[in-house]
């Protein structure tokens, strides 16, 4: 079953990020209602992208490999290694490197959060690829 997504018509605080969400702080899963978590998937040439449920999400296991997007506001966030001295668009202090995937990207618009900051974003993304987005539930 696929889900059409459409942009919002007002800047409400709603956006496609309602449904669900998971986020990976260091090595410690924060997990939030808040985002939303598409996997985005590369099968037979095409790409998928399968919206996780939050039960789903909190256990973290997936029948399929993909890249994890944090959906939020319509921006698309991505786990990314960023350089030394960034700082979060959410709270204005900076990211402390450590191992892995430090923060998270918009990568529509660029913006950069602490992981735990992504659902403090307060304006939609204006260049949000979300609508051309065909989702489907995961099964």
């Known amino acids: 079953e696929n889900l059409y997504l459409s942009a919002p018509t007002q800047d409400d605080g709603s ?3 309602d449904v669900s969400g998971i986020s990976m702080a260091s ?3 924060y997990v939030t209602e808040d985002s939303s978590l598409v996997l985005e998937t ?3 040439g095409r790409h998928h992208h399968y919206l996780i449920p939050i039960q789903a999400a909190r256990r973290g ?3 399929k490999a993909g890249t994890k997007l944090h959906i939020y506001m319509d921006h698309i966030f991505t786990a990314q290694h960023i350089k030394l001295g960034s700082s979060c668009q959410a709270c204005n202090r900076l990211i402390p490197l450590r191992l892995g995937k430090q923060a998270y990207v918009c990568r529509d618009c660029g913006v950069t959060t602490h992981k735990q900051c992504h659902t403090k974003v307060e304006s939609h993304c204006l260049q949000t ?7 489907e539930f995961y099964c």
């Open 42 to 44: 590369l099968e037979g």
């Open 27 to 29: 090595n410690k899963t």
């Open 129 to 135: 690829s979300l609508p051309s987005m065909e989702l």
């Open 15 to 17: 956006s496609m990020s």
């Open 61 to 63: 296991m997936f029948k």
